[in-house]
């Protein structure tokens, strides 16, 4: 498989972006989790591909650019689907299965099938979780960035805090990932990039 470059994710953003202002909250957030991902693999874990951890966070958020209208309002009731709305744009384009999943698989800690049913989701009846460990990374890394207005970083007790309302079971999720590819340092992307930590 071809990873695209950077150059080439960008290009593919700034094409469906609807506007310059939602070009630069996603693509800045992708950018962000990029980099988050890429500290928890600093220590190089020989079982996972960096380049393709690379591409899946640059990708993972594309499909919010479908998600605004033409007043460029975005859906925050359909937000939810950005995952699945991801999933198929990358898929139209032409991207492998394994770069589409990346937008799939990385809301939340993953949702099951019973959470789509039990919660009433938007959703097709399937599961979106993480199966590899370049997903479960990239979602891993997604928690500690917010898109909120404004942008923001958050610390792992305050992710955990807000994911608790959806069950004990998910925090688990959360802090079994911890366990596995420790606590980021955000100081230096919170220097970086100007956003506060929430």
Same mark, same amino acid.
């Given at each position: 498989?071809?990873?695209?470059?950077?150059?080439?994710?960008?290009? #593919?953003?700034?094409?469906?972006?609807?506007? $310059?202002?939602?070009? *630069?909250?996603?693509?800045?957030? =992708?950018?962000?989790?990029? %980099?988050?991902?890429?500290?928890?693999?600093?220590?190089?874990?020989?079982?996972?591909?960096?380049?393709?951890?690379?591409?899946?966070?640059?990708?993972?958020?594309?499909?919010?650019?479908?998600?605004?209208?033409?007043?460029?309002?975005?859906?925050?009731?359909?937000?939810?689907?950005?995952?699945? #709305?991801?999933?198929?744009?990358?898929?139209? $384009?032409?991207?492998? *299965?394994?770069?589409?999943?990346? =937008?799939?698989?990385?809301? %939340?800690?993953?949702?099951?099938?019973?959470?789509?049913?039990?919660?009433?989701?938007?959703?097709?009846?399937?599961?979106?979780?993480?199966?590899?460990?370049?997903?479960?990374?990239?979602?891993?890394?997604?928690?500690?960035?917010?898109?909120?207005?404004?942008?923001?970083?958050?610390?792992?007790?305050?992710?955990?805090?807000?994911?608790?309302?959806?069950?004990?079971?998910?925090?688990?999720?959360?802090?079994?990932?911890?366990?596995?590819?420790?606590?980021?340092?955000?100081?230096?992307?919170?220097?970086?990039?100007?956003?506060?930590?929430?």
């Amino acid at each position: 498989m071809i990873i695209p470059t950077d150059e080439e994710i960008r290009a #593919l953003h700034e094409r469906h972006a609807p506007t $310059e202002a939602a070009f *630069e909250l996603v693509y800045t957030h =992708c950018e962000i989790v990029c %980099g988050i991902a890429e500290q928890l693999l600093a220590d190089g874990d020989p079982g996972v591909d960096a380049g393709l951890v690379r591409a899946g966070a640059l990708l993972h958020d594309i499909g919010v650019y479908r998600l605004y209208d033409d007043a460029g309002r975005i859906d925050h009731a359909g937000y939810i689907r950005h995952g699945v #709305l991801g999933y198929e744009l990358l898929r139209d $384009e032409g991207f492998p *299965e394994v770069l589409c999943r990346f =937008c799939s698989c990385h809301t %939340g800690v993953g949702i099951t099938r019973d959470d789509v049913r039990n919660q009433g989701l938007p959703l097709p009846a399937a599961d979106y979780v993480a199966e590899s460990r370049e997903e479960e990374l990239v979602m891993y890394a997604d928690k500690f960035h917010t898109k909120s207005d404004p942008p923001a970083f958050l610390t792992a007790a305050s992710y955990a805090a807000r994911l608790r309302r959806f069950g004990e079971d998910k925090v688990a999720r959360f802090e079994a990932m911890r366990e596995r590819y420790g606590t980021p340092d955000l100081a230096p992307l919170t220097a970086a990039y100007g956003h506060t930590a929430a």
